[in-house]
């Protein structure tokens, strides 16, 4: 399994932006990879998934605001976080698996075998 490191979180004010990155220990031009979030009490949840030929699928509560992007030559993930809300507060994490994802497992985090420690992310009203 590949190992994941994320790192960007902090705590902004709403409406503030941040940027995630997630650095792969190998190669993972062939893997599916995911972002997602869990706050305290919830269960994980998909923020986006990147599948092996470039397409990005976002959950709802994220589209116009998130946008996640994968440099296979540094062998990292990033998302871009904009307009964020109170709401957006978690612990995100970063995930891999080494094969094609269909659609909508690219946000099931089942559908995953490696994940990141996370990355804290506060957002004040």
């Known amino acids: 399994q590949v190992q994941l490191v994320e790192s960007g979180g902090g705590s902004v004010q709403a409406g503030g932006s941040l940027r995630l990155s997630c650095v792969a220990s190998?190669?993972?031009?062939?893997?599916?990879m995911g972002w997602f979030r869990q706050a305290p009490g919830k269960e994980r949840e998909g923020v986006a998934g990147?599948?092996?030929?470039?397409?990005?699928r976002y959950a709802d509560f994220v589209k116009g605001r998130f946008t996640a992007s994968k440099d296979s030559a540094k062998n990292t993930l990033y998302l871009q976080m904009n307009s964020l809300k109170p709401e957006d507060t978690a612990m995100y994490y970063c995930?891999?698996?080494?094969?094609?994802?269909?659609?909508?497992?690219?946000?099931?985090?089942?559908?995953?075998?490696?994940w990141g420690q996370g990355t804290q992310v506060t957002v004040s009203s």
């Open positions: 190998g190669y993972t031009y062939s893997y599916s």
């Open positions: 990147i599948d092996r030929g470039g397409g990005i």
């Open positions: 995930a891999a698996y080494p094969a094609a994802l269909g659609w909508y497992s690219l946000l099931s985090v089942s559908a995953y075998n490696s």
